[in-house]
């Protein structure tokens, strides 16, 4: 169950940065007994791809503050983020083989479609958002809603591994999040429509 949760976390983050959680896992591999790969993931451990990963994140936090290249770099990472969440979930999924988990013996894939889908979900969700955000501020919010989304990915990402219970209660608060930006983001374009559709006075 703790598993799960991590891996879950973990997509969850990916779905807002999908260098941050590969980064955080591979790093604490290497450095604590927090993480335990198996040795189909032992490449997530390499120094030379976690520097790699450093690289595109470095990359990733700079394109995602500027508005428009937010934009394309958000298409761009619609492969990407489902995949790093495909990646920890799965890896998280294979720790538990370790622990002796007879259904995640059997059933490998399910860490793989987890990851993939509930990154991808959060991916769409970011996604769509972003343009508003920037349309709505003038781009001005650009780099405050992507400091806040990164450091969204780093805490959920901690809490996954070292906290897994509290996963539960982050995604709780994370689907709220969501749902109010949803209803903004409604009354946002609902408003844009009918100030279009008043005539010129």
């Known amino acids: ?16 940065n999908a260098y941050i959680p590969l980064l955080v896992v591979g790093v604490l591999s290497n450095l604590t007994d927090a993480v335990r790969l198996p040795d189909g993931y032992a490449w997530l451990s390499n120094w030379g791809v976690l520097a ?3 690289v595109l994140l470095a990359a990733e936090m700079v394109l995602d503050k500027v508005p428009a290249v937010d934009s394309v770099n958000d298409a761009l990472q619609t492969v990407v983020r489902p995949a790093s969440g495909g990646v920890v ?17 059997a059933h490998p894939w399910v860490g793989w479609l987890l990851g ?4 991808l979900a959060v991916h769409a969700m970011k996604a769509a958002a972003r343009p508003v955000v920037n349309a709505g501020t003038a781009g001005v919010g650009a780099p405050v809603v992507s400091t806040v989304e990164d450091a969204g990915s780093l805490g959920m990402s901690l809490i996954a591994i ?24 409604r009354r ?14």
């Open 162 to 185: 070292f906290v897994p219970v509290l996963v539960i209660v982050a995604l709780v608060a994370f689907a709220a999040l969501a749902w109010w930006s949803i209803r903004r983001v």
């Open 188 to 201: 946002f374009r609902a408003r844009r429509r009918a100030a279009r559709s008043q005539p010129p006075g």
């Open 89 to 105: 979930f799965s890896a998280t999924s294979a720790a538990a083989q370790l622990e002796k988990s007879s259904w995640m013996t």
């Open 116 to 119: 993939i889908g509930v990154a």
């Open 1 to 16: 169950m703790l598993a799960a949760l991590t891996g879950l976390g973990l997509s969850t983050a990916a779905g807002l």
């Open 52 to 54: 790699i990963i450093a």
